[in-house]
């Protein structure tokens, strides 16, 4: 029982810094003098982002799930589907940020004011360290997880790469919200205009790669904790048949 409240502790953790990033934005738009709709659409374009939006989204609906329907019966399917598709690429992104990107800030950075730099701070925190941390967790540790059939790999990859085209196709039709470029991607890995297009998708597909790994291993763990449960559950069958 107690799990439903880390998922929605973590649910309400995870939106708290989508919020935090979103006054960051905002506040770096006006000052700046960026547009503002095309700050807004490019931040809800970012991968940690999207994310973390549909990580609240699954652990929300996954918790409810659990309050309405006390017991220790596993999960339906498709919230375990949820859960699985959101947990590989926050894992990733956690492992990515802290071993490659972490103290690379944005030069604008430096000109936060106090409120908006620990904004900033938080939402880098809560989404590239505790999201992951929880999910690792949920992983391993949270009650009542279904296990997965291996073709469940295929709808994990799909997100994102479904992500990976619309960022692809939509980065040459917007321009930098600053004006230096007539184009603008989420990072900079992406960016044909940095090391061309053969870069660019060297990068997709170890990042592909990288997330079948993980969708691999979520989905193994998920089943051997499922076998493990169905044998305590037998046993204690036998043991009270013993016992009557």
Known sequence: MRWIWFRVAAAIIAGSGVVAGLLV?????????QDLG????NYFSLFTIVSSVLSVVALTVAAQWMLRHPGTSPEP???AMAIAAVTGPVILLGIVFNVLLRGDPAPIAATD???????????TETLHVVLPIYFVLDLLFAGRRRGLPWP???VILSYPLVWTIYTMSRGERVAHPDGSTPWWYPYGFLDPHVAG???AFKY???ILFALALLGTAIIGIGRVRERRAARRDAQKADDRSVLA
């Open 25 to 33: 934005n905002i506040d770096r738009a006006s000052r700046t003098g």
């Open 113 to 123: 004011p106090g409120w908006v730099a620990f904004m900033d701070s938080w939402a």
């Open 38 to 41: 095309d700050v807004l659409a």
């Open 197 to 199: 297009y053969g870069s």
């Open 152 to 154: 469940s790999l295929a």
């Open 204 to 206: 997709i597909g170890g």
């Open 77 to 79: 399917i498709g919230i």
